[in-house]
């Protein structure tokens, strides 16, 4: 069993740097990937990033290639999501996931999720 809770949303300035922190319960949390998703009003869950449980290789969705980066701190249960020149249409319910095994970008193939902090960009 893993909970996971995310922080650091909040209201920014297109540009802007935001980052998202998600912090993992559970003695197993280095068996998993973990992943980034995004939900924007009126439109399905996306993907947006993941890292390997263990080398620690990261994947990004075209739209936020080069401007976020995620990362894990195993000795702090915490995986994190810096978000760099932010746009508008970065505007979502940001949510952090967690998959027993190798990462993946479909939503279904996690196994927990957090309960989402919102992000807000105002252009």
């Known amino acids: 069993q893993v909970q996971l809770a995310e922080s650091g949303g909040g209201l920014v300035q297109a540009g802007g740097s935001l980052r998202l922190s998600c912090v993992a319960s559970?003695?197993?949390?280095?068996?998993?990937?973990m992943g980034w998703f995004r939900q924007a009003p009126g439109k399905e869950r996306e993907f947006v990033a993941a890292?390997?449980?263990?080398?620690?290789?990261?994947y990004y969705a075209d739209s936020v290639k080069g401007r976020f980066t995620i990362s894990r701190d195993n000795a702090k249960n915490t995986a994190y999501l810096q978000m760099n020149s932010l746009k508008s249409e970065d505007t979502a319910v940001y949510y952090c996931?967690?998959?027993?095994?190798?990462?993946?970008?479909?939503?279904?193939?996690?196994?927990?999720w957090g309960q989402g902090t919102q992000v807000t960009v105002s252009s």
């Open positions: 996931a967690a998959k027993y095994g190798d990462w993946s970008s479909r939503t279904y193939e996690y196994d927990y």
């Open positions: 890292i390997t449980r263990s080398d620690g290789s990261t």
């Open positions: 559970g003695r197993t949390w280095r068996a998993y990937a």
